[in-house]
């Protein structure tokens, strides 16, 4: 049902034709379609609407601070907060992750590696997830200024009796240690996917 | 097994989590003695979700889905909807159940855009939706937003909220007793898990389904 509501809305709005009705151009309408295109859309789809909707967001950025946010042509002191947070999850849904948080919740991850004690927002993980034997990581600095210095966190729920190495395409060089059950991970915040493998 | 999972959050995903966490980390006060900070939205959606708390359910989204995205990495996502779900136990949560009460004495100078609101014929003798109408008939004043018979939508979302808290950091706290409203005598003491027994309970006992604002409910 959600499916067929999906279909008749996008092509109510037309929008796949490259021009968005007068209607929709309306911040709260505009939110509406694209947080929906989040969960029902596509991949293709809805990177063609947010093509079409991005320059009504007016997309704006702090590099200083690594912020991202949207203006949306309001002219306001802050950016409109329930607008700007519906969109955002219609940004970063996959098409069906939002149902699959309550269909099929992951709680695999509690018991998991999980890195701990990173030195946000200096620094953010844009990849942190375990598949099964390893963890990739790859951590993203706040700016140009902290590009390439060195960082450190904590590893849990590592399986601390195994000797693990961290590998990285690029040669990044990376030091770690157990303190505890925790492994101690330094590395650079370059961006650069690395996976922490167990010796074998 | 080797899971095929390749989630990499991209640039706007990271600057909207910085955005956020700055948001929310921000001190201010939600008692009744306190103030909102003002990048918090009162504004959108007049005169339905123009109220503080949308703010505070709607950045919850976001956060889960990315959460999701870097299941290995999920510390700043639970401190910010922690933050979330503090704010909404302040009595400026439910600024609007607690100062609207009976009907809306503004009701026969509406502006014209509330006519899609009201039901013909019965415009100036209608409160609009987002008129909490708290102490009306039949349920009489109830000053417990999450209590009263009728603010499905403040209870609802609430109870989604912190669901959400729990789903992506894996911590009970507020599956423990917590106080709400803090405003003297208007204190009351809930839990997750009570909040959404009493909220099946009122789904349960209630065949047309529970009030949001008082006397306007979904059809169920």
New interface residues.
Partial sequence: MGEAAWEMLLAGTNVLSGELPEIWKEPGNLTFLLQLAGEHANPDIKYKIWDVCDELLEPTWDYELGEFTLGLGLNEPHPRGQLNARIMAGWVCKRGAWSSIFRQPNFDKFSEPTVVGVDFPSVALRQAYWDGENLHLAVQPQNNAIHGKRTSFRITNLDHGRDWAIEGLDGTLSTMNFEGEDLVVEIEANDHPVVLKPNK | ?????I?????????????????ATTPDNWDRDGQPH????E???EPM?SWHR??LV??S??V???S?????????HSRILDELVSRHTGWWSASDWLTQFGDDPDRGNYPDRYKRLIPEGLWGEYNVPGWTANGIEPHGVQMDPIAADGNLFYKGFFTLLIG?HR?VS?DEKWNKSFHMIRDGDNSFTWSHSKIAQFLAGQWNNSQMGCHCENTKVWPT
Avoid: C
């Fill in positions: 097994m080797v899971k095929n999972q989630n990499i959050l991209d640039d706007r995903s990271m600057g909207w989590l910085r955005y956020l966490y700055r948001k003002p990048h918090w939205d504004l959108t959606g979700l949308f703010d709607d950045s989204y976001a889960a889905l990315m999701d995205q870097t299941p290995a990495w999920r510390e700043v959400l789903y894996g």
